[in-house]
């Protein structure tokens, strides 16, 4: 069974700080792995999504890699500002459209970004 | 209409209750998901529809749940005699097409078992 882990649980830091949010996934047999924030009460809005072919995917502050091999995946999130506050969660797919296309999540990471 | 939308935002049911979660997924959208999200937890699959077809139900945590999307757009989540361990966010997302899977989540619904 796919498990999927997010180190660390929570962090907090100054504004302005470049920060590294990290997954890990047992079964390196994933289609894809797609990076969310959660917003208090709030459902989840993507931010970056990797196919297993890809190492890496940029948008704006936020980059994501992916080492498929090692089971592995990155958040990097340069000058972080108050805005940013919120928890981060990691899912990987198994399945191509035929089935097993549910996204298995990690508990997220809880970020706090210090004005 | 632009996003996911989910009906009610909140609902507080009795133990014992059957209650009904409403999801509008993105207008075309072939692939519908339902989630369960406990306090504190990432969220878990439920069930997986393409079109009005389901083509995976291995979340579904008991036979007291039941989902259909019986015209391939929008779809219902059941729970039958509701227990207070249902208590949840229940998250619906959508993708295009089966095998480009960037999902889009709508705000999820609050369930309250007392």
Known sequence: KQEVTQIPAALSVPEGENLVLNCSFTD?????????????GKGLTSLL??????REQTSGRLNASLDKSSGRSTLYIAASQPGDSATYLCAVRL???GGAD?????????????? | GAG????PRYKVAKRGQDVALRCDPISGHVSLFWYQQALGQGPEFLTYFQNEAQLDKSGLPSD?????RPEGSVSTLKIQRTQQEDSAVYLCA?????SYNEQFFGPGTRLTVL
């Open chain 1, 102 to 115: 549910g996204l298995t999540f990690g508990k997220g990471t809880h970020l706090i970004i210090q004005p």
């Open chain 1, 95 to 97: 399945g191509s459209g």
């Open chain 2, 64 to 68: 007291r749940f039941f989902a259909e």
């Open chain 1, 49 to 54: 999504l990797i196919q297993s072919s890809q």
């Open chain 2, 94 to 98: 959508s993708s295009l097409v089966p």
């Open chain 1, 28 to 40: 390196s047999a994933i289609y894809n792995l797609q990076w969310f924030r959660q917003d208090p």
């Open chain 2, 4 to 7: 996911v939308s989910q009906s």
